[in-house]
């Protein structure tokens, strides 16, 4: 995601700004930029693609914009490619509002759509232009200050979004607002700092606020001023950081990787808002469109579909296995899942009405590459499922659908796995709208189902002390089988790689009916098995065997919907889900799965988020 910082006092603005965002380099960006004000002087603003040297290359580490009031950012593209003109800080045209953003804008393109009537000119692909234009829209139409003018702004936004705004009529002042993204403000005297994250400011104070969600503050020589949407002056107490930088960093947490599981619910929310529009119709009742014109692919170009192939490595690729389940449910569209690194070679027989599929988190890996350029180069269309914004894959494909779950820290994916669940269930029930299998009102419902996966999710982390418990008494195990059926076998294979990868106990993930065929042989008295047993339909069979596993000495691991709890009569520990649409279980399903491995791997002592052998992207064969 991107970062903020803001400065305002009695120092240097710039040299601070930079010295912010190199702490905040570790979430990930791909441009950056600051805006610098000398008390009344015009404010200078200067942006770089790349690292962040680039740009204090460009600014003589600073000391060439001079001035004690100014904003910086780095810039992690969602809307929009990698560049200096979608850098942040972005400015109306007259410099009288300057802004820098985090966050995502859901309707930013309607509110753009309405400033261009309004004569606005727009020069990014941003999200970011469009909120900073909304301020100078409402701060110029109403004659209003900058407090209501970003009121204004906050009621008609929707989405998700930290700002930091720099008035030209108020010099040595900043301006900020919050709704769902980070924002922390610190205090020393007569100096005031604001950042996305603490590792921005713990050099410079450990004093500081917290702003809550739909509130603003002012920040200036003589203080932070707090206020509520209405423009009242709120209080706040002020707060100390206790944490060291490389903790803050983790947001608090161990780990990256106990971050980003955390922050699963917010990367799903993200991944739904930036194609899911919600409507009133003419009964008050609430309609729910899918709106994915980004991925460039037209209704037509799906009604020809013949088939689909996913393609796809390691978590990517269960994904993919997960996709095969949902959409051969919700459309006539056979699905066939396809390692990269297999595909690339097979002799592979070309259909031009058969999309290829490509997941990818980092949209670099080699194998996932090479697969797509095969595929292109049979002639078969592409779709990229991918989370980095101008990333080869990204560029290479024929369509788009860019998930948002921000920078991935981890070598483990979490919440990158789970957004590309998201975009593969829209995928499917968009193409089942389009090709006639899915009636609008079920769409509607799974729609509605899917707003609330989030919570869920929040409700299933509630659950991490006794998976933490369980997860401690098997620290030493050598084998572990995760089973199941459909959807179900999906979500093991995760929870089997989570396992492997992180805690570097050998696990296996098997279709439950196939352990018969042989592996069955391998259970033994003690044998840990997750049994994953989510869809109503094949619940009785993955039960029994629970049971065949169980009269062999295996130690059971449930994993149902609450209301199951029948199964506590078969398995030693049971962990339950909340009920959903059948089709999204895994989203649910896999948090405990990815708690297990990570506690493991924590009972074990090793590196969670760099584990041995294993890089973030594979970029090589
Ligand atoms: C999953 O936790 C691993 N990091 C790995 O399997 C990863 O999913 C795989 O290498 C694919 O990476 P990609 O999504 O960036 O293409």
Known sequence: MCGIVGYVGTSQAAPILLEGLSKLEYRGYDSAGLAVRDHEKDPVLVKAKGRLKVLSEKTDGGRSIPGFCGIGH????????????????????????????????????????????????????????????????????????????????????????????????????????????????????????????????????????????????????????????????????????????????????????????????????????????????????????????????????????????????????????????????????????????????????ADPKELVIVISQSGETADSLAALRKAKDMGMPTLAIVNVVGSSIAREADHVFYTLAGPEIAVATTKAYSAQLIAVYLLAIWFGLVRGTVAHADANNMLAEMELLPDKIRRVLEDQERIQWFASKYSNAKDVFFIGRGLDYAICLEGSLKMKEISYIHSEAYAAGELKHGTISLIEKGTLVVCVATQDDLYEKTVSNMVEVGSRGGFLMGLTKYGKYAMEDIAEFVVYIPRTDPHFTASLAVIPLQLMGYYLSCAKGLDVDKPRNLAKSVTVE
């Open 74 to 349: 780095t810039r992690w593209a969602t809307h929009g490619e990698p560049s200096e003109t979608n850098a942040h800080p972005h400015a109306s045209d007259d410099f009288s509002v300057i802004g820098v953003h985090n966050g995502i804008i859901e309707n930013y393109q309607e509110l753009r759509d309405k400033l261009i009537r309004h004569g606005y000119t727009f020069y990014s692909q941003t999200d970011t232009e469009v909120a900073v234009k909304l301020v100078d829209y409402y701060y110029k139409k109403y004659k209003v200050g900058p407090i209501d003018a970003l009121a204004k702004t906050m009621v008609r936004v929707r989405g998700s979004y930290a700002l930091a705004v720099m008035f030209r009529d108020y010099p040595d002042e900043i301006y900020v607002a919050r709704k769902d993204s980070p924002l922390i403000i610190g205090t020393a005297g007569d100096n005031q700092y604001v950042a996305s994250d603490v590792p921005a400011i713990l050099k410079y104070t450990r004093d500081v606020y917290y702003i809550d969600n739909l509130e603003m503050a002012r920040l200036s020589g003589e203080g932070v001023t707090f206020f509520n949407l209405d423009g009242d002056v709120v209080d706040k107490p002020l707060s100390r950081i206790e944490w060291d930088a490389s903790v803050a960093e983790k947001g608090g947490f161990e780990h990256f990787m106990m971050k980003e599981i955390h922050e699963q619910p917010e990367a799903v929310r993200n991944t739904i808002g930036s194609v899911v529009r919600e409507e009133k119709n003419e009964k008050g009742e609430t309609d729910y469109q899918i709106d994915l014109s980004q991925t460039g692919m037209e209704e037509d170009e799906i009604r020809e579909l013949s088939q689909i192939c996913v393609v796809a490595c390691g978590s990517a690729y269960h994904v993919g296995v997960a996709a095969q389940y949902v959409t051969e449910d919700l459309t006539d569209l056979p699905v066939r899942v396809e390692l990269a690194s297999e595909f690339r070679y097979r002799r592979v027989m």
